[in-house]
Each structure stands twice: as structure tokens, then as C-alpha cells.
């Protein structure tokens, strides 16, 4: 997913384009509307973050001008609190207006509700989860900053399981989220790749801290 970040504010820029690239995002940054417009224009993005007090031209032009030709997603991300500013820019045909200074987790959630609606279908984002990181996009998982060579399924397994961390999932369901329900694998399948992912991720795999067993239940992660 690509992210169009306009803002003349260069320590919001910096904040915003590393949590969206710590999350899997390609960004790219302009401080003007017009640098924004080349951007926009050469990169195709899939999602505008847009401040609206920017030198020369507003993020306002710039939203109207995309608009002529676009549905491009727009987040307005602004100091201007002003109801009048949020009807404006939502009746210029923003997506949401978020009022700084803001919570980055709150707009990332936004950005990916938004794009969710946009695409139809679930953002896929670079998971982290302590020493560990997991990017859905490359298939590749690092303990430590060391790369894990792991099999197609044990990365699906550990992904869905990192993904929804906290929940218990019992075989069938794994077998049916991971495996797919045609495959004709035994709910042991899951036991024995569970044990092979304990192997690579927990400190000692006789006594998981990540990867848990919940009697009579199934398996959950547990950060």
C-alpha cells in the first residue's frame, strides 16, 4: 500500500512516515500542494494523508483538484478544530478529518478502516510482537533481528495466530483459517507444526511463552 503524506510540519512528517513504514506502508512525503499534486500524479497512491494549511495553495485545492478526476482516499489532518473546517472538508470529499495533535494508533486504524472500504479487502501489515517480526508481504519473519527460515504453513500458522493475539483458536479452526477446507490434513497437523514453530520462536520450547496450549481448547499467542 502506498501513502501520500502532505504536511509542512517536517517533525509530523517524520513521526507519521515511520509509523506507516514500521506498519509495511510505502510513503512518500511532499511539504507543499503542488509537490504533493507531482507525487500524487507519478506514485498513485493508495491513501492521502493532507494537512490544510500548507504555503502557497490549501490542502483544501488540493483536495478539490483530486476530486475533479479521483476517489483516491483523503485523511484531512489538521490544527484547525473548527467545525465549519470539518464540514468543508468532508463536503470537498475528504474520508475523515482528525484534529492534531493526534494518537498515531488512532490514525493508523483509521487509514486502514478506510482503505478496508476502499479495496474490499483486509490491510495486510507488518506484524511485530517484542523480538519478533512477521511482514505478511515478503513472507519473512525475524526473531532478533535473525531471519527464521520457516516452511509456507508455519509462517500462515504463526501469522494468523500473532495477528489475533490473545484468542484461543481451537484445531479445527486453525485447520480451516490455515489449511483451507478442502485439505485433507488431521487436527494433528496442527500439534506437530505448533511444536516446530515453538522451536524457532520461544526460548525454551519445553515451557512456551508465546505459543500457548489451552486444555481442551486449542492454541493462542500470547505476545
Not at 513472507?139 to 504453513?153: G, Q, R
Not at 487436527?187 to 524457532?200: E, F, M, P, S
Request: charged residues 30%; neutral net charge; proline residues 5%.
Amino acid at each position: 500500500m502506498k501513502l501520500l503524506i502532505i504536511d509542512d510540519e517536517p517533525t509530523i512528517v517524520e513521526t507519521v512516515e515511520a509509523k506507516f513504514r514500521k506498519e509495511g506502508f510505502s510513503t512518500f512525503t511532499a511539504d507543499s500542494a503542488e509537490e504533493g499534486m507531482r507525487l500524487f500524479r507519478r506514485v498513485k497512491p493508495d491513501l492521502v494523508i493532507l494537512d490544510i494549511m500548507l504555503p502557497q495553495r490549501s490542502g483544501f485545492d488540493f483536495c478539490r483538484a483530486v476530486r475533479k478526476d479521483s476517489a483516491t482516499p483523503i485523511i484531512f489532518v489538521s490544527a484547525r478544530a473548527d467545525e465549519g473546517d470539518r464540514v468543508k472538508g468532508l463536503e470537498l470529499g475528504a474520508d475523515d478529518y482528525v484534529v492534531k495533535p493526534f494518537n498515531l494508533s488512532e490514525l493508523s486504524a483509521r487509514v486502514k478502516a478506510i482503505l478496508r472500504r476502499s479495496t474490499g479487502e483486509p490491510v495486510k501489515e507488518i506484524i511485530e510482537r517484542g523480538n519478533l517480526r512477521i511482514d505478511p508481504r515478503s513472507h519473512e519473519t525475524w526473531l532478533d533481528e535473525a531471519p527464521l527460515n520457516l516452511s509456507p504453513k508455519e509462517f500462515a500458522l504463526l501469522y494468523f495466530l500473532a495477528r489475533n493475539v490473545g484468542q484461543v483458536f481451537s484445531r479445527e479452526t486453525l485447520l480451516d483459517r490455515v489449511w483451507g477446507r478442502d485439505a485433507f490434513v488431521s487436527a494433528r497437523t496442527v500439534d506437530v507444526h505448533i511444536r516446530w514453530l515453538r522451536t524457532r520462536i520461544e526460548p525454551d520450547a519445553n515451557n512456551p511463552v508465546r505459543l500457548l496450549t489451552v486444555r481442551g481448547v486449542g492454541y493462542k499467542f500470547a505476545g
